[in-house]
Structures are given as C-alpha cells and as structure tokens.
C-alpha cells in the first residue's frame, strides 16, 4: 500500500533537514555569527540577523513537553492509526519540534526523556520521530 499521508518537501531551506533523516541523522541549522541553533530552519538568524548559516548533527535526544493524542483523522492515511500522538519535544541543544511519538508506552510524562528514531515512509522521504529513552 503507498503512503498516502501528507509529506514534507525538500528546499533550499530545510534540504539539509531532509537529507540528513534519509541517512539517520537529526541536523540542526545553526548561526555561524552567534551560535544560535534553531528549528525550523530559515536564510536569516532570527537572533542576529546574519545569513551565515550552517548545519550540525544532533544528539537526537531530549525531553518530552507536551503530547495530545488525535482521536480524529484529517488525512486518511491516519485512518488506522488514530489514535496517534503528536508531541512537542524539547531537543537537547535547545529547539522545540514538533513530532510524533510512539503509542507503544502508556505512562508518559511530562520531562521524560526521549530519543529520535527514523521512519523511513517512502524511498525518498524518512520522518524523525521519537519514543521515550
Ligand atoms: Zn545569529
């Protein structure tokens, strides 16, 4: 069955992003000029302003901030999945994304530990997600 669940796409901007997942890597943009890591990624540093940007591979780990769980699909390729969970995860070098986590474990709580792991869901495109450490 193909995937039929909405898809990123690739640019100039969150490329790096993208092409790191497909190799099991969780990149980070950050400011050459002043350090700053952020996600997403963007041409200018919101803190700086420089365009001098570069890209670093993260721990892949961090903290869990907040999560819900969808008990309704917008997409129907969530159809056999709901419910699903959508959490924010506070990334070790700073960043807050958003992703999923796993429905694996029942107690989750705020704080908890996590760490990334790669969902490869076509050949071209692979989805960091998280489950708890
Ligand atoms: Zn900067």
New binding site residues.
């Given amino acids: 069955m193909s995937y039929n669940k909405p898809l990123p796409r690739p640019d100039t901007t969150n490329g790096p992003f993208w092409a790191g997942a497909k190799q099991g890597k969780l990149m980070l943009q950050y400011?050459?000029?002043?350090?700053?890591t952020r996600f997403p990624p963007s041409h200018i540093?919101?803190?700086?302003?420089?365009s001098?940007q570069d890209w670093k591979e993260a721990s892949g780990k961090g903290t869990l901030q907040s999560w819900i769980e969808m008990h309704r699909a917008y997409w129907d390729g969530y159809k056999g999945e709901i419910p699903y969970r959508v959490a924010l995860i506070q990334l070790e070098e700073g960043p807050v994304v958003v992703s999923n986590i796993d429905n694996n474990s029942d107690n989750l709580r705020l704080g908890q530990p996590v760490t990334v792991v790669f969902d490869a869901v076509t050949d071209d495109v692979t989805i960091p997600k998280f489950t708890l450490a």
């Fill in positions: 400011c050459k000029a002043c350090g700053d540093c919101p803190k700086c302003l420089s001098d």
